[in-house]
């Protein structure tokens, strides 16, 4: 019974051992445990690594992991995303914050709508953009929210148009067909 106890107090303390050998670079315990290409993107956190809580350490290294399957194309625009935000007072960065919370909390569908019109947005001229927003700019709370309700009705007028369109096509096809 003893030596059966023993053995698996032994496979288990090989088990942990190993575990821990594996994902000892997840949690990097020392900044001078990072890899080189970690180490340079990180530089900034070299005095303060160790002070930073084990989750906060491993978004950063996530990041890392991120940032290096990117193109040179999406490091640049990330980069310049980046600036940006910086440039952003704290007010405009919650306000940026709440509503990316927003959306993430939208469905599927209607996140895809909003990505469409956004597309279509930026496809304009820039004259034709700025005149927009400087339209929005001028229009109250209520005239925003009664211009979305617009778009909202007419959106869906138009696609109960589309699908009886298609329906009717569908029926005189084949009652006409048969007989």
Do not use: C
């Amino acid at each position: 019974m003893k030596n059966k106890f023993l053995l698996h107090a032994k496979q288990l303390f090989a088990f942990l051992l190993i575990f821990l050998l594996l994902t000892s670079s997840l949690w990097a315990s020392g900044f001078s445990e990072l890899n080189q290409q970690q180490q340079e993107l990180l530089g900034s956190y070299v005095n303060s690594w160790d002070d930073l809580s084990a989750d906060k350490q491993q978004r950063l290294l996530k990041g890392v992991d991120k940032w290096l399957s990117m193109t040179p194309t999406q490091q640049t625009q990330a980069r310049q995303q980046l600036e940006m935000w910086k440039n952003l007072s704290p007010r405009q960065q919650q306000k940026a914050k709440s509503r990316f919370e927003l959306f993430n909390q939208l469905s599927a569908d209607k996140k895809r709508q909003l990505r469409a019109v956004q597309y279509q947005f930026h496809r304009l001229p820039a004259k034709t953009k700025a005149q927009i927003k400087a339209e929005w700019q001028k229009m109250s709370a209520e005239q925003k929210l009664n211009f979305r309700r617009a778009l909202e009705i007419s959106k869906s007028s138009q696609q109960q148009q589309s699908n009886s369109n298609s329906g009717d096509s569908g029926d005189s096809g084949g009652s006409g067909g048969g007989r």
